[in-house]
């Protein structure tokens, strides 16, 4: 009984058989193509194989497998409505019905009326020049007073409004001195100098002092703050830009230490509530409530996982620590959140003694070491923040200022920065306009 032939085997009986049907010449053909294709293949690949390739070029990518960092991938996600930006009412009116036709000279009746809405600028205005006089009086009483109008400024040439934009546009704008004055003469076709923009914008600044002392009293009266610093130059030496940063305040400051001694003379000496911060000792040496930024060490553990395979399980211990952190609430029990805290201790514990013998690793372990009472101090205090974060955004606007203006002057125009920047950080974060907000100081 003969062997039952199976169905790859036919197939390739098959497939023998259609190829013996093709000629000779057939088959020559069929290889050179092949030949020159596999060429072409192999030229494609080399490209691609090429470290230097950068990753826009690299086609094998598909862009269907995207995936972003919040996992949503690319495109309009599903159920998102969009905004729309709400259409104004208008407040002057265009009409134009021109009935004469050109060719024959009789007049029409409209078949049909088109309309649309658009928004538009005005053209540059020039300053307006104002000349005010008021009255001095003295009452036979003894009363003494003076009628002068509130929109009259105190001192100088430049009212209030021409004062706020200035300054808005040098600060809040972050212009250079010379875009701030082409700025203002295309606008408003006036001529400034450097000297006068700077004389404009430290008289503003003596106004809002007050309002820069009190909301440094509201920061030193926060229950829990985001501190952060960072190198500015001031005629070419380094100084440090402070930001405190609490729930509805922000507060800058330029001075020439990096620490303790900052810390006491803004918060003074028994400030008790809780500090976001990175690894900086001074914060250590100041308070013991601190919260260590978890975005920080997260950063060099993953950092380091990129280089050394070692460091990956360690990226993923400290990753699954960090859902601890955030995975408690007000609404949690303080036993259950002391009992978490205990074990997340422990835990850290552990993840030290074992990758600190790790040569390449011992730095970051080192780090985590360090600031082992206050990684889990939100464990405690579920109302903080794990991470900086809030205080690196504030402060992110003073970053690129300081490298579009690359150093300051003088030290008087440090602290005119730090107070007028402070004033508009804290109206932008309570939703407060800085324009209108600005003139009301002066």
């Known amino acids: 009984m003969g062997r039952k032939k199976s169905k790859s085997s036919a197939y390739r009986i098959n497939l023998a058989t259609d190829h013996h049907k093709k000629s000779k010449e057939e088959l020559v053909d069929e290889c050179v193509d092949l030949i020159i294709e596999n060429e072409k293949l192999k030229k494609k690949l080399r490209r691609y194989e090429n470290p230097h390739t950068p990753p ?39 009409n134009c019905f021109d009935d004469l036709c050109s060719q024959c000279g009789k007049h029409n009746k409209p078949t049909n009326i088109q309309e649309t809405i ?20 003295d009452c036979p009483c003894g009363h003494h007073w003076e009628s002068k109008p509130a929109e009259v400024p105190d001192k100088g040439i430049f009212g209030k409004n021409m004062q706020t934009q200035i300054t808005l546009l040098r600060f809040d704008d972050r212009l250079p001195l010379r875009k701030t004055i082409a700025t203002i003469e295309r606008q ?105 930024c978890w975005a920080h060490i997260l950063r060099e553990t993953r950092d380091l996982a990129k280089k050394h395979d070692d460091a990956k399980p360690m990226h993923q211990w400290m990753k699954d620590l960090f859902a601890k952190v955030k995975s408690t609430s007000v609404r949690d029990p303080p036993k259950k959140r002391k009992r978490l805290y205990d074990k997340c201790v422990q835990e850290m514990k552990k993840l030290i003694e074992i990758f600190s013998s790790y040569q390449h690793i011992s730095k970051v372990t080192t780090t985590i070491q360090n600031g082992l009472d206050f990684w889990f101090t939100r464990i405690i205090h579920p109302q903080i923040e794990p991470t900086n974060n809030n205080g690196e955004r504030s402060l992110r606007e003073m970053v690129v200022m300081k490298k579009i203006i690359g150093t300051l002057r003088n030290e008087d125009g440090a602290d005119v920065m730090a107070k007028v920047m402070t004033l508009v950080s804290t109206w932008r974060l309570n939703g407060a306009s800085p324009y209108y907000s600005l003139k009301a100081l002066l």
């Open 56 to 94: 826009s070029k690299d086609e094998r990518k598909s862009r269907t497998n995207f995936v972003s960092k919040t996992g949503l991938g690319v495109g309009k996600r599903t159920g998102y409505k969009g905004a729309t930006r709400e259409r104004k009412e208008p407040t002057d009116f265009i």
């Open 118 to 137: 658009y928004e538009e600028l005005p053209d540059p205005q020039p300053v307006k020049v104002f000349k005010a006089q008021w009255g001095i009086y």
């Open 188 to 292: 408003y076709e006036t001529t400034l100098t450097s000297k006068t923009v700077y004389d404009v914008t430290k008289r503003v600044a003596d106004k809002a002092t007050p309002a820069y002392n009190d909301i440094k009293r509201k920061i030193r009266r926060a229950t829990h703050l985001h501190i952060d610093e960072t190198k500015i130059k001031i005629q070419g030496k380094t100084y440090w830009l402070w930001i405190f940063r609490s729930r509805n305040n922000v507060f800058f400051v330029i001075r020439k230490q990096r620490n303790r001694k900052v810390l006491d003379e803004i918060l003074g000496y028994r400030y008790r509530g809780i500090i976001i911060c990175d690894g900086l000792s001074a914060y250590e040496e100041y308070s013991r409530y601190l919260q260590r």
